[in-house]
C-alpha cells in the first residue's frame, strides 16, 4: 500500500516532535534541572519550525536570553507585583526582538522569564539553570529537525512537474485547435494555477528543509511555471477578439503544437524561440490588411506570437539561471528521462 506524502510528513513530524521534547524533558531531569518541562516545550516551539529557521532563531535564543534575565531583573528591583512586572518584561522582550525583526523568538523568552518572575530569584544558580533549559531545548530541536524524508519530497516533487507539464502541453494543444477553428473562450487556467501554487508551496518547505546544496531548484521551476500562465492568462483577450480565420492561422497553431512538444523543464528552447522569430518576421513583411477586419484579426495574430515569445523567454531565463551543479543534480536523474520520453509519447499521441 502507498502512504501519500501527506501521510508521511504526518508521521514523521509526529515522530520528531515526540522524541525531541522527551529527550529535552529527559536530559533536563537527568542533570538535576529546574522547571524540566520548559526544556520540551522550547524545544516543541523550535520543532515547529524548518531546519533553517529553527537554526537561525536557535542562535537567536541563546543571545536574547541575556537580554531577558536583564530586563526581568531591573524591573523585578522595581515593580514589587509580579503580574505587571511579568507584563512590563514581556513588552520590552516584545520591542526588542521586533527592532531585530527576530519576534519567534518572543515565546521562549516569555518562559524564561515567567521563571524569574515566579521564582524571584536571580542566583548565579538561577540563571545557569534556565540558560541550560534553552540551550537543551534547542540543541535537541536542532538534532531532530534533521528528520526530514527528503528523498520522499524530492520524488514527490518530480511527480507533480510531470503532473504539471502534462496539464500544460494539453491546455496549449486545445489552444492551438481553437485558434484554429475559431472556438472561444480558451480553456479556464485556474485549476491548473492552483496545482501550481500547491506545488510551489511544498518546493518552499524543501528549500527550507533541506541541506542540499542548490535545494532552491524546484522554487525556482514552479516560480517561472505561475509566471507562465499569468503571460497565457492574456491570451484570453486575443481569443475574445478573434472573428474568422486569416490564412497565417493554421501556420501559428502547428507552430503551438510543435512547440507542445519542447516545454519540459531540461529543454532550453533555442529552436523554438527562432521559429518564433521566423514567423514574427514573415507576419510583418505579409501584404497589408485590406479591410478592418483582416486589420483586426492580424493584430491578434501577433498578439499571441508575441504572448507565445514572453512564454518561451520565461522558460529560457529559468535555465539560464540554474547552475552547472544544478543541471547536474536534477536533471541527470534516469527517472526524470523516462518522465520526458513518456510525455512526449503522450503528446505524440494527442497529435
Not at 520524488?155 to 494543444?173: H, V
Not at 542540499?212 to 497565457?232: C, E, P, T
Request: proline share 2%.
Amino acid at each position: 500500500m502507498n502512504v501519500s506524502l501527506q501521510t508521511q510528513q504526518i508521521i514523521l513530524n509526529m515522530l520528531k516532535l515526540g522524541m525531541g521534547v522527551i529527550s529535552a524533558v529527559g536530559i533536563a531531569w537527568e542533570i538535576g534541572l529546574l522547571n524540566i518541562y520548559s526544556a520540551g516545550s522550547i524545544a516543541l516551539i523550535t520543532l515547529l519550525t524548518s531546519k533553517w529557521d529553527s537554526l537561525r532563531t536557535s542562535l537567536w535564543r541563546l543571545v536574547t536570553y541575556f537580554f531577558t534575565v536583564g530586563v526581568t531583573f531591573l524591573l523585578a528591583k522595581i515593580i514589587p507585583w509580579p503580574i505587571v512586572c511579568f507584563g512590563l518584561a514581556i513588552m520590552f522582550i516584545y520591542l526588542f526582538c521586533d527592532l531585530l525583526r527576530i519576534r519567534s523568538v518572543v515565546a521562549v523568552n516569555g518562559v524564561i522569564c515567567s521563571h524569574f518572575v515566579a521564582s524571584g530569584s536571580f542566583t548565579v544558580e538561577m540563571i545557569i539553570n534556565e540558560f541550560l533549559l534553552v540551550l537543551i531545548g534547542v540543541i535537541c530541536a536542532l538534532v531532530f529537525n534533521h528528520v526530514y524524508s527528503e528523498k520522499a519530497v524530492r520524488k514527490e516533487m518530480n511527480r507533480r512537474i510531470q503532473k504539471d507539464e502534462e496539464a500544460l502541453a494539453n491546455w496549449l494543444s486545445v489552444l492551438a485547435d481553437q485558434l484554429e477553428s475559431g472556438k472561444r473562450p480558451l480553456p479556464s487556467l485556474k485549476n491548473y494555477e492552483k496545482q501550481l501554487q500547491a506545488d510551489a508551496k511544498l518546493a518552499m518547505e524543501f528549500d527550507e528543509n533541506s541541506w542540499s546544496k542548490h535545494s532552491d531548484y524546484y522554487k525556482s521551476y514552479f516560480g517561472m511555471r505561475l509566471k507562465q500562465v499569468q503571460v497565457l492568462q492574456n491570451l484570453e483577450w486575443a481569443m475574445l477578439h478573434f472573428s474568422n480565420q486569416p490564412r497565417q492561422t493554421k501556420t501559428i497553431a502547428e507552430y503551438i503544437r510543435y512547440l507542445v512538444s519542447f516545454i519540459f523543464e531540461t529543454h532550453f528552447p533555442i529552436q523554438q524561440e527562432k521559429e518564433l522569430k521566423r514567423l514574427l518576421a514573415n507576419l510583418k513583411t505579409e501584404d497589408l490588411p485590406k479591410s478592418r477586419e483582416e486589420f483586426e484579426n492580424r493584430s491578434v495574430l501577433y498578439h499571441v506570437l508575441l504572448t507565445l515569445q514572453e512564454f518561451i523567454t520565461l522558460k529560457e531565463q529559468f535555465i539560464k539561471g540554474l547552475s552547472n551543479d544544478q543541471k547536474k543534480a536534477y536533471w541527470s536523474d534516469v527517472q526524470r528521462g523516462m518522465r520526458d520520453e513518456r510525455l512526449k509519447e503522450k503528446v505524440d499521441r494527442n497529435q
